[in-house]
């Protein structure tokens, strides 16, 4: 029986981990991927007081030293089912089984798919969400990019210092980053509509074209940036807002008695590194009021 368990190693997870571990008591911290969330796909960051600038995997790697000296136990599983009540039980895609007296949901926001068949098993085998992950895979070999935001300019950027050529899709307009980069090739209002494989791999992307002709490009990865959403699929006895996100209270309290929320999956006006941080602190330092209060 653990004291917290916080599901999610974010900024809002890991600084939840480290205040929580720090009072002494019990905790594990799941998580499904890597640490650090959304900051390994982060090249530098520039307002995360007090660093002038910092990489993102440096900062991802610096919460979780911190947490980890304090005590905090890392589990690399992905949580698939809550039980809430006066005990939480948490059970994980390998079959483990953890309970605890407190939760905190720290899973933060995840990249939109685009909805095609096979993206699902092309994930990771050509289909990428970060390029800042996966983008060096790709050296002198060309790739594709959808997306039509600023973070799509900046992905299509990094991408373009590794790959030979990236063809960028953009559903909507082009953003102005990317329209003088020499190995970058516009496609205005092209809109994927098939992936192509072989032997397992990605190949190619089908995608119609601004006059609805349909075309093909031989690629040899897909980075997807086409947003991000709150990942809420554990929160079957959570009410949520019509966005998705959990509601919570001023201390991160939600309607579920000892289950708090923190960071991005939260409903909030600001996302930013130190905002999720406080909420994890905040969160952390509710759950162990509430401990005390059992």
Known sequence: MYDIIIIGAGPAGLSAALYASRSGRRVLLLERMMPGGQLPSIPVIE???????VSGPDLAMQFLEAAMRHGTE?????AVRLTLGKTKLVETAPGGRYEARALIL???????????????????????????CDGA??????????????????EALFLARHASVVHMLCPLAVPKDVQNTENIRIYEKAVPSALLSEDGRLCGIRYKDSSGDEKELPVAGLFVAVGMMPANRLC???PLTKGGYISTDSEMGTVADGVFAAGDIRDKKLRQIVTAASDGATAAVSALRYLKSI
Do not use: M, Q, W
């Open 74 to 78: 890392v589990k690399y599983e992905d």
């Open 106 to 132: 720290a899973t933060g926001a995840e990249p939109k798919t685009l909805g095609l068949p096979d993206e699902e098993k092309l994930r990771g085998r050509g289909v990428s969400y970060c390029a800042t």
């Open 137 to 154: 895979l790709f050296r002198d070999k060309e790739v594709g990019i959808v997306g039509s935001s600023a973070h799509a300019a900046e």
């Open 47 to 53: 307002n995360y007081p007090p660093f002038p600038s």
């Open 236 to 238: 079957t006895e959570i």
